[in-house]
T-cell receptor, first 115, second 115 residues
């Protein structure tokens, strides 16, 4: 079983609120990722990190920001939530193994609804 | 840019029967990896099977097998002896060898296994 945790599982908030989605992994993985998933649509990479103090934007532009101060923690923040941010956010991590046997471990996701 | 297409939004199969999910992709890369991920309802996404593009032999994992046709850019998943626990959304994903962990996903196929 993957030891990667996301909280909260569900979040309903009003427009303009600041929110932080938590993601933690206990596997000591260097690489962590945030994917966004709209209903019936593909997952899109929005942020990734290859280690502490390293963060990059993914393929899909996002108004969210991330930080990586500790290896195990990769929170995602929205400064001012809007209804267009309503989506499922999936966090993932993987080991630094040179790629051939690389495997992503996913969290259970946070379903965000902005009213 | 790579794209992944899953043309079947939903498929239904009876227990013990076989179902095949289609996936096509578009890339100019020669070395890459292909994956099938399973996302059960309200549960974590898990890796079902992976295929390395340089390997001609089709990958198999117990009841799951793939038909990888590199020239046709096709990567179908066959689930044999379907079980109720196979009910889930299945995502086809693509990753180049220089972008570890940065997966390009298809839109998914919902598989429903009925008694």
């Amino acid at each position: 079983e993957a030891d990667i945790y996301q909280t909260p599982r569900y979040l309903v908030i009003g427009t303009g609120k600041k929110i932080t989605l938590e993601c933690s992994q206990t596997m000591g993985h260097d690489k962590m990722y945030w994917y966004q998933q709209d209903p019936g649509m593909e997952l899109h990479l929005i942020h990734y990190s290859y280690g502490v103090n390293s963060t990059e934007k993914g393929d899909l532009s996002s108004e969210s920001t991330v930080s990586r101060i500790r290896t195990e923690h990769f929170p995602l923040t929205l400064e001012s939530a809007r209804p267009s941010h309503t989506s499922q956010y999936l966090c993932a991590s993987s080991e630094e193994k040179g790629g051939r046997n690389e495997k992503l471990f996913f969290g259970s996701g946070t379903q965000l609804s902005v009213l | 840019a790579q794209t992944v297409t899953q043309s079947q939004p939903e498929m239904s199969v009876q227990e013990a029967e076989t179902v095949t999910l289609s996936c096509t992709y578009d890339t100019s890369e020669n070395n890459y990896y292909l994956f099938w991920y399973k996302q059960p309802p309200s549960r974590q996404m898990i890796l079902v099977i992976r295929q390395e593009a340089y390997k001609q032999q089709n990958a198999t994992e117990n009841r799951f097998s793939v038909n990888f046709q590199k020239a046709a850019k096709s990567f179908s998943l066959k689930i044999s002896d379907s079980q109720l626990g196979d009910t889930a959304m299945y995502f086809c994903a693509f990753m180049t060898t220089d972008s570890w962990g940065k997966l390009q996903f298809g839109a998914g196929t919902q598989v429903v296994v009925t008694p």
